[in-house]
């Protein structure tokens, strides 16, 4: 068995420790003793953009919430055309350090990609700025949080309220969450969205956990 390497450790704001592991070509992050996310697992990151950015327009202004190891920054700027433009806000400046370093070919050039623009910020922050034709957000595991507490903010009533407003009409707001959650659910509708919950799966052909997509349109 391939042993597993650290490669490097970076404090969450507010507190915590997240850690890059390899092993082999595999790549994980860690908090504690949970993995965050593993490079061999990506089709769910992939179908919320996939899903995020259908219908967009063409110069469509994409915000994505965690750069994470890039897989769904990838797939949006593969959904998307030369006119758009993507913004991706990242908490944690260690992990956009990551992406151009040791994990640069998972991102495969994307932080070079003329449409992106990378802000060291909480998502928060981006989203109270507008204008935006999509939403994506892969942050803190979804509704049901782990890293940290402020997190949470995202997914409440203001938080579903300052998204809604930040949209065009029409836009996306696309959600990743490792599992279902129905008061989640109820709160969309609360808000103001029209939406639809997709199931997917994480690993290749079709296999690996299932997690859950919501695509909340700005009615």
Not at 15 to 30: A, P, T, V
Not at 62 to 89: C, D, K, Y
Not at 187 to 207: D, I, M, N, T, W
Request: glycine share 14%.
């Amino acid at each position: 068995m391939l042993p597993r390497t650290l490669i490097d450790s970076a404090t969450i704001p507010g507190g915590g420790e997240i850690r890059l592991i390899r092993r082999g070509s595999e790549f994980s992050i860690m908090l504690g003793g949970t993995e965050l996310m593993n490079s061999r697992v990506k089709g769910s990151e992939e179908a919320l953009a996939r899903f995020g950015c259908a219908g967009v327009p063409a110069r469509a202004r994409v915000l994505i919430g965690g750069l994470g190891m890039g897989f769904t920054l990838r797939a949006a700027l593969e959904a998307l055309g030369p006119e758009a433009r993507v913004t991706v806000a990242e908490l944690v400046p260690a992990v956009v350090r990551w992406a151009r370093g040791p994990m640069a070919e998972l991102l495969g050039g994307a932080l070079d990609d003329r449409r992106v623009e990378i802000f060291d910020e909480d998502v928060a922050d981006s989203i109270a700025r507008g204008g935006w034709d999509s939403i994506l957000l892969d942050v803190d595991n979804g509704p049901g949080g782990l890293t940290r507490p402020e997190n949470d903010r995202l997914y409440g009533r203001a938080g579903l309220a300052a998204a809604r407003d930040a949209l065009t009409r029409g836009g996306m707001l696309a959600i990743w969450s490792s599992h279902p959650d129905p008061a989640f659910a109820s709160r969309l509708k609360r808000a103001g969205f029209s939406f639809e919950e997709q199931v997917v799966r994480s690993g290749p052909s079709g296999k690996g956990p299932r997690h859950v997509i919501w695509l909340a349109r700005r009615r």
